[in-house]
């Protein structure tokens, strides 16, 4: 089950599905308020109505556990969703996760304000994800190749400002620490390298393995915020050995229970 970020669509992971696909089944879809989500979005429960979109798709795949990954923003929703159906899941992988700790940052307050007229400013802040792009294929024309091709999906799936400021804004009412730390599924916690890390800093998502004494972590190198998309076969090839390891856990549990 994999679970987009902040800007709620799940063409932007493309990459990374099409290479967990070749080992395994993928569940995803686009966060429940996309006008393009086959789900209900219900402004009065807010967050919790992403969270109950997970059990939705489960239950539309006839799917009784999966491993659950959440992607950036997403990590607080695949962790809020293994606090509230542990039944459910048999393992965690958050992915250059938000952590509960996190607080907006005076730019992203600034974009809070004023999301549609601040959309340009936005757009060409996201030029520095350049760098990270660029460290994942090497050589000049490569590295804008591969820009240009992420480039495309982005404008091909066009991001809503109004409703990824307001996905940030659910966040400031809710208390994940409490709740989080009543997972006990196994964890994995991927990151990029620090250095090329421009969007959640490496340090941060890491407050994971404090939060869940069982997670493990994994680094995927010449990456940064985007391994998923710049690596996929490397980002597929950790988490398939993750599930297969947790499978045999939760395998081995359920005998000894």
Known sequence: MLVPGVQGRWEWMKPAVDALARRFRVITFSLADETSAAANFDASRGFDSYVEQIQEAMDQAKVGTATICGVSYGSLIAGAFAARHPERVSGIVIVSGVPPSWKPDERVRRYL????????VFCIGSLRLYREIAAASPGVWRGIGAALRHGLVAVSHMFSPVKMARRVRLLESIDFDAELRRVTAPVLVVTGE??????VPVHLTREYLDLWPQAQAATLRHTGHLGLITR????????????EDAAAHTASRRRIG
């Open 232 to 243: 996929p076969d490397e980002f597929a090839k950790l988490v398939a050995t993750f599930v």
């Open 113 to 120: 304000q004023a999301p549609r007229l601040l959309s340009p």
């Open 194 to 199: 620090a250095h090329l890390e421009r969007v």
